[in-house]
Structure formats: structure tokens, C-alpha cells
């Protein structure tokens, strides 16, 4: 939310120069997200398994940030949120929408109580199918890359490709195969059917 109040170029430059206008927006922002968690988990309490929850903290390359200051200026306005609907739904799930390269922060996250990130993009650096399958503190949500395998792949190359990350990630539990994102117009219909 502060990248689309203060776009992503500035949002950046404030959590290096001004981190106090971050720590301000990210006050504005929790004190809204707590009010609709507060409203909404109550009521859907009893009928919803998994809460989903979305800021995107990644790029390709790595977080937006380091994690030393994900520490200082985002966690602090996130785990509230989660604590908070974890406390009002013992029952559920809390998932994370971040793309990209989240490998870093996998262990903050987790110990917010996250069980599930989602899209798990395989292409971003770090987060190979490898290197996730030692990690069993969250799910991971994702995992079949869009960028080139579901698109330009050939549908046997594709169920091959799924199998291999199928017998990194499944054995032990954890794993929710699925791509790595919203399925876009580019991928053929029979390479869906192939995954």
C-alpha cells in the first residue's frame, strides 16, 4: 500500500532517507487493516481454512529491501495483522502473496506465524526448487514457472518439469503445486492440461 500512496521509486528512497514517513504511513495503514480484520475474521471465522494477505516485498532479485530493515519499518505494521487474525481464527491459515525472490525473508515471516507464501516463483533468484525443499517452516504455494516453462515448454517437457519439482518439494508435506501466479493468456491450453 505505501508503494501505491507514494510510488515505488519514493517508497524506497524513504525507508533509506526518511524512514520516519514510512513508519507513519505503515501506522495509517495497520490501524485500517486491524479495523477490517477486527470486522471480517469473526464472521468468516468458522467457514474459512486459509486468511490471504498481500504485499509484495520482492523483485526478481531479491526483497525490495534488506531484511534488517524489513525488521524496522514492515514487520512491525505486519505481524499485528496476523497475530491479530490468528487469534480470532486459531483454526487458520495465514497465507502471504509476495512475488519474487523471498528466500530472505522466509524466516521472518515464519515466525509471524505465516503458513503459506504463495506464488513460490521459482525463477526468482534463490528460490530454486532445490533450495525451498529444505526449508519446511511454510508451505509454499507455487512453484511451476510462468515465465518460461509454462509458455514455451512443450506439454511433455512440462509434466516432466512438474514431476521434478513434484519429487523436490512434495516428499514430507508442505507443498501446494501450482504456478507461480495467475495463469496469463500466453500459455496453451494444453500445457495447463499437461501440468
Same mark, same amino acid.
Given at each position: 500500500?505505501?508503494?501505491?500512496?507514494? %510510488?515505488?521509486?519514493?517508497?524506497?528512497?524513504?525507508?533509506?532517507?526518511?524512514? !520516519?514517513?514510512?513508519?507513519?504511513?505503515?501506522?495509517?495503514?495497520?490501524? +485500517?487493516? =486491524?479495523?477490517?480484520?477486527?470486522?471480517?475474521?469473526? @464472521?468468516? #471465522?468458522?467457514?474459512?481454512?486459509?486468511?490471504?494477505?498481500?504485499?509484495?516485498? #520482492?523483485?526478481?532479485? %531479491?526483497?525490495?529491501?534488506?531484511?534488517?530493515?524489513?525488521?524496522? =519499518?514492515?514487520?512491525?505494521?505486519?505481524?499485528?495483522?496476523?497475530?491479530?487474525?490468528?487469534?480470532? @481464527?486459531? !483454526?487458520?491459515?495465514?497465507?502471504?502473496?509476495?512475488?519474487?525472490?523471498?528466500?530472505?525473508? =522466509?524466516?521472518?515471516? +515464519?515466525?509471524?506465524?505465516?503458513?503459506?507464501?504463495?506464488?513460490?516463483?521459482?525463477? #526468482?533468484?534463490?528460490?530454486?526448487?532445490?533450495?525451498?525443499? #529444505?526449508?519446511?517452516?511454510?508451505?509454499?504455494? %507455487?512453484?511451476?514457472?510462468?515465465?518460461?516453462?509454462?509458455?514455451?515448454? +512443450?506439454? !511433455?517437457?512440462?509434466?516432466?518439469?512438474?514431476?521434478?519439482?513434484?519429487?523436490?518439494? +512434495?516428499? %514430507?508435506?508442505?507443498?501446494?503445486?501450482?504456478?507461480?501466479?495467475?495463469?496469463?493468456?500466453?500459455?496453451?491450453?494444453?500445457?495447463?492440461? @499437461?501440468?
Amino acid at each position: 500500500v505505501g508503494c501505491k500512496l507514494r %510510488g515505488y521509486d519514493q517508497i524506497c528512497l524513504d525507508m533509506l532517507a526518511e524512514p !520516519d514517513i514510512v513508519r507513519l504511513i505503515n501506522e495509517r495503514i495497520l490501524a +485500517a487493516r =486491524l479495523r477490517e480484520v477486527e470486522q471480517v475474521v469473526p @464472521a468468516l #471465522a468458522p467457514y474459512i481454512d486459509i486468511f490471504c494477505f498481500g504485499d509484495d516485498l #520482492a523483485m526478481q532479485t %531479491g526483497p525490495f529491501m534488506s531484511p534488517r530493515a524489513y525488521r524496522e =519499518l514492515i514487520r512491525p505494521y505486519q505481524e499485528p495483522v496476523y497475530q491479530l487474525t490468528r487469534s480470532l @481464527a486459531p !483454526d487458520s491459515f495465514i497465507f502471504h502473496h509476495s512475488c519474487g525472490s523471498m528466500f530472505r525473508l =522466509l524466516p521472518e515471516l +515464519a515466525e509471524m506465524g505465516v503458513s503459506i507464501l504463495n506464488p513460490t516463483q521459482t525463477s #526468482a533468484c534463490e528460490m530454486e526448487p532445490e533450495r525451498l525443499a #529444505a526449508y519446511r517452516d511454510i508451505c509454499f504455494h %507455487g512453484g511451476i514457472d510462468l515465465q518460461e516453462v509454462l509458455p514455451h515448454y +512443450a506439454p !511433455d517437457a512440462v509434466t516432466r518439469e512438474v514431476e521434478r519439482v513434484l519429487g523436490l518439494m +512434495a516428499p %514430507g508435506g508442505g507443498y501446494l503445486c501450482a504456478p507461480c501466479h495467475c495463469l496469463p493468456e500466453d500459455v496453451p491450453v494444453e500445457n495447463i492440461l @499437461a501440468m
